[in-house]
C-alpha cells in the first residue's frame, strides 16, 4: 500500500515555474513507477509525465516536453515536479500516482491545484 500527498501547488504568472512535490509513505516506495497526471476544468484526466523506480527513465507527454521535469529522491520518498515555462493552458488539478510499471498506476494522490494566469 502506498499513500501520496502533493503539495507546492498554487498561482503562478505565465512564464514563471513551480515545483511540485509528491510524498510517498510505504517501505516498498522505491520499487515502484512514479507519474504526474493533470485535469483541467471540464476535461477528462491526462499523462503528464512518468518516471521509473530507479529514476534512469522518464517520458513526458508533448505538451510538457522541454518544459517540465519529473525525478525522484528514494531516501526521502519522494518525487518531484518541476515546471518552468507555464502556459495558462497548464492549469489544472496535478495528481501524483504509483504503480508497478508505467502505464499501471494503482495509487492517487489528492491533487494540488495550480493556476497559470495569462
Known amino acids: 500500500q502506498v499513500q501520496l500527498v502533493e503539495s507546492g501547488g498554487g498561482l503562478v504568472q505565465a512564464g514563471g515555474s513551480l515545483r511540485l512535490s509528491c510524498a510517498a509513505s510505504?517501505?516498498?516506495?522505491?520499487?515502484?513507477?512514479m507519474g504526474w497526471f493533470r485535469q483541467a476544468p471540464g476535461k477528462e484526466r491526462e499523462f503528464v509525465t512518468t518516471i521509473s523506480w530507479s529514476g534512469g527513465n522518464t517520458y513526458y507527454a508533448d505538451s510538457v516536453k522541454g518544459r517540465f521535469t519529473i525525478s525522484r529522491d528514494n531516501l526521502k520518498n519522494m518525487v518531484y515536479l518541476q515546471m518552468n515555462s507555464l502556459k495558462p493552458e497548464d492549469t489544472a488539478v496535478y495528481y501524483c500516482a504509483a504503480g508497478p510499471i508505467y502505464p499501471q498506476f494503482e495509487y492517487w494522490g489528492q491533487g494540488t491545484l495550480v493556476t497559470v494566469s495569462e
Open positions: 510505504g517501505r516498498t516506495f522505491s520499487s515502484y513507477a
